[in-house]
């Protein structure tokens, strides 16, 4: 297990109201179109489990507060011709590249390279009390999944994806998540305050993802989102 050192950790403090900052400018002054639609869900927006994934320290679903908020982000990106495997491996190699300035992939568990491999654990540094452990639970040619630890602000998992479409990628980010705890459902299903961080964070991952991939976002990024009462109805 590894840590970030103290002057480390001092540089992303002090990097937080940039990035906020930056993130909201962009947020403002976004040119590329976001087409977003909710409502409400039913047993088939749970995830799929992953099977012989170790548990130990995992902030599942059922240990979270409120409804699942079942999101879907998607960018079909064109001038590339990059394969989908090698996409997956770009974004997992440069975590921070894709992420908006605000936050900041540290691996705290697994070999210090840029590979993702399943059981390591990174720690999402953010602003204010959005910090949050997570581990790599699956490692595919073209996905990978992340899956909430104990103190993290949500618990669920969350899926990056790439695949051929037509002559164009398209990738995708898929997240289950519950608030953590009832301060963050206040957050999250009051005020909505975590929730349009949430957004913006993920879909600006989705235009850089793009530009990792040397293409352009074609036609915006569509994000769905659909609510399902906890305990979810039967099937």
Not at 2 to 29: D, E, Q
Request: proline fraction near 9%.
């Amino acid at each position: 297990m590894t840590t970030t050192t103290g002057p480390g950790r001092l540089g992303i403090v002090l990097g937080w109201p940039v990035g906020i900052a930056l993130v909201s400018w962009l947020y403002m002054w976004r040119t590329t179109p976001l087409h977003r639609s909710e409502e409400p869900g039913g047993p088939e927006d749970l995830p799929d489990p992953v099977e012989d994934a170790p548990a130990d320290g995992l902030q599942p679903l059922a240990a979270g507060v409120g409804p699942v908020l079942h999101r879907c982000y998607a960018v079909r990106i064109t001038g590339s011709d990059m394969r989908p495997p090698a996409l997956i491996d770009l974004v997992a190699a440069h975590l921070d590249q894709a992420s908006p300035e605000m936050a900041v992939f540290r691996k705290t568990r697994g070999v210090q390279d840029d590979q993702l491999r399943c059981g390591e654990e990174f720690l999402v540094r953010m602003p204010g009390p959005w910090d949050g452990p997570v581990r790599v639970i699956r490692r595919e040619p073209c996905s990978f999944r992340l899956a909430t630890m104990e103190g993290h602000l949500e618990a669920g998992e969350i899926e990056f994806r790439a695949a051929q479409d037509g002559d164009a990628l398209r990738f995708e980010i898929e997240s289950w998540a519950r608030a953590g705890d009832k301060l963050a459902a206040l957050l999250y299903n009051n005020l909505r305050l975590a929730k349009e961080i949430q957004l913006n964070m993920w879909s600006h991952f989705c235009v850089r993802a793009a530009a990792l991939a040397g293409g352009r976002p074609k036609g915006g990024v569509t994000i769905r989102t659909r609510w399902v009462d906890w305990p979810p109805p039967a099937a």
